[in-house]
């Protein structure tokens, strides 16, 4: 009998210490081993364009966020959000950076895309119209009958240029838009191609200080003031079906998606890693914002402006278009 309790004695210490030593122990590893357990897919690819939005994936790669999850992240580079659009429906990527506008326009259109974090939201000067400094035009009447170029046709580019349109009492035929992806734009521009562009960051800042470009016009004004511009996005089919993945990837991202919103040095510290911004001009580019929460009211107001600009045929709720993960 005494053998018997002294086994039992020992064999309790043993539960004690282990339990004692999961406390105790390292937080990261405890968090690698309670976010990677049952992943559906440990390794995801992640588009994104190489811009300031995306600055909390890379931050999340580089601080072992989505280590912590138990997550590999591969970053693929995009040429916009809704090209990104066949490539998450494909299955080539998981998930892709994706503008809301996008979103919407190609919900309303049957597509089931679910917006899964929010990532950047605009401030004054991140999205504005850039002409040559020795351009004729210097208000925004002049650009009827002008070619504007923008990164994706009837989509948000699109939408901000003719928000400014109505002000100056032009419609959006009173303009020519053709697509251009960002890098290209200023050479477009310059070599006759086109007579504006719609730029954000760093292209914005480099044209002018390297072209001479200048302003014709803030964007992100009037209706378009505050303007949630892009967020995560993953199909349906995907979150369903990866439903943990799905809350690892959204508390890393929650988790970066912070920091950058709580220190831009952070976010000049990882743009030359991803992007062609170099240190210096990291430090001096006009950055917008980084939300910390998927607000269905935000988001709203994009979907309610594409109805006003008949982007959208019939209402679309933003509630329809967002996925949480218990727990996540």
Not at 46 to 53: F, S
Not at 238 to 263: E, H, M, S, V, Y
Request: aromatic residues 6%; contains cysteine.
């Amino acid at each position: 009998m005494r053998r018997i309790l002294r086994c039992h004695a020992i064999v309790l210490g043993v539960a004690a210490a282990l339990a004692l030593a999961g406390c105790s122990g390292n937080g990261d590893t405890a968090k690698t081993a309670a976010g990677g357990k049952g992943l559906e897919k440990t390794t995801i690819k992640v588009g994104g364009l190489p811009i300031p939005d995306v600055a909390p994936l890379h931050i999340a790669i580089a601080k072992g966020y989505f280590k912590e999850e138990g997550l590999t992240v591969e970053p693929v580079v995009i040429t916009g959000g809704a090209a990104a659009i066949p490539q998450i429906k494909s299955g080539a990527l998981d998930i892709s950076q994706g503008n809301y506008v996008s979103a919407f326009l190609a919900t309303s259109k049957g597509d089931k895309l679910k917006m899964i974090a929010d990532m950047y939201q605009a401030a004054p000067n991140t999205f504005n119209v850039m002409v040559p400094k020795d351009s004729p035009i210097k208000t925004v009447a002049d650009l009827k009958g002008k070619t504007v170029l923008v990164n994706n046709l009837k989509n948000i580019a699109q939408l901000a240029v003719t928000t400014q349109l109505k002000v100056a009492g032009l419609g959006e035929t009173d303009v020519k838009f053709v697509e251009k992806p960002f890098p290209d734009m200023a050479n477009a521009v310059t070599t006759g191609q086109a007579d504006a562009a719609w730029m954000t960051e760093p292209f914005i800042t480099s044209t002018q200080s390297q072209l001479g470009f200048r302003k014709l016009v803030d964007t992100m004004t009037g209706q378009m003031e505050d303007f949630p511009i892009a967020g995560w996005m993953a199909t349906e089919d995907w979150t369903q079906k990866n439903p943990k993945t799905l809350a690892a990837f959204q508390r890393a991202i929650g988790k970066a998606q912070a920091l950058a919103a709580g220190d831009r040095k952070e976010v000049e510290k990882v743009l030359p890693t991803y992007t062609k911004i170099d240190a210096q001009a990291a430090s001096v580019i006009t950055l917008g914002s980084y939300p910390t929460e998927l607000n269905e009211n935000r988001l709203q107001k994009v979907a309610d402006l594409m109805l006003e600009y008949k982007y959208l045929e019939s209402p679309v709720a933003a509630k329809s278009i967002i996925v949480t993960a218990a727990g996540g």
